[in-house]
């Protein structure tokens, strides 16, 4: 009998921890994390850089900003002449996506993979989130800068990556009733949120 599998996509607020609690994740249910990495398979599945698909990472460009649900689930062809444009390069990474997805047991961070996947019984949406005031003492250890600096920095990212959502979704990036599981990441260290994790993960895992 075939292992199912499980997919974990992973939304996150910057200086959450989001990303770190996704690799420990990873590492202990020995699944693979995709991050970036999506960036490149998208490159090299289009033939398009993947410095342009780096340029609109979980980042809209104002002037798309007033669209909504953009996502469509079919990439253009490189016959169209809108083969390289902001939406079809969602698109071609949202088809990575799906493709890692219907072939292995994995995890993957951003990109609103969770809205991707949507469809599928087997994936269980995550939402990291942490007050400004945890999100802070996080980045003064990994990033430079004063402490507005980095507030200006975490409100910026944010602040793109829920346009981004928006944008592609038409649906709000923090509504918790967008993902099946919402930790604070301020109330406890590493070890306990991924214990806290894998508990959640384990109970779901029952009914996939």
Not at 12 to 35: C, F, H, I, Q
């Given at each position: 009998?075939?292992?199912?599998?499980?997919v974990i996509s992973i939304a996150?607020?910057?200086?959450?921890?989001?990303?770190?609690?996704?690799?420990?994740?990873?590492?202990?249910?020995?699944?693979?994390?995709?991050?970036?990495e999506i960036l490149r398979m998208a490159s090299d599945q289009s033939g398009i850089s993947e410095e342009m698909f780096g340029q609109v990472d979980e980042h809209?460009?104002?002037?798309?900003?007033?669209?909504?649900?953009k996502y469509k689930g079919k990439p253009l062809t490189p016959e169209d002449s809108a083969f390289t444009s902001d939406d079809n390069l969602f698109e071609l990474q949202a088809d990575v996506i799906r493709q890692i997805a219907d072939t292995q047991s994995c995890i993957i961070v951003g990109r609103c993979a969770d809205y991707i996947l949507r469809d599928k019984t087997n994936v269980l949406s995550l939402f990291f989130y942490a007050s400004e005031e945890d999100c802070l003492e996080r980045l003064r250890k990994q990033v430079s800068g004063t402490d507005e600096e980095l507030i200006k920095r975490m409100h910026d990212i944010d602040k793109h990556r829920a346009e981004y959502y928006k944008y592609y979704t038409g649906r709000d990036w923090n509504d918790a009733r967008n993902y099946d599981f919402c930790l604070d990441t301020g109330v406890m260290d590493y070890d306990r949120l991924i214990e806290v994790?894998?508990?959640?993960?384990?109970?779901k895992n029952r009914e996939i």
């Open positions: 009998m075939e292992e199912k599998k499980l996150r607020s910057y200086g959450s921890g989001g990303l770190t609690l996704a690799k420990k994740l990873g590492k202990e249910l020995n699944l693979p994390v995709y991050d970036r809209v460009r104002k002037i798309f900003l007033k669209a909504k649900g994790v894998k508990s959640y993960i384990e109970i």
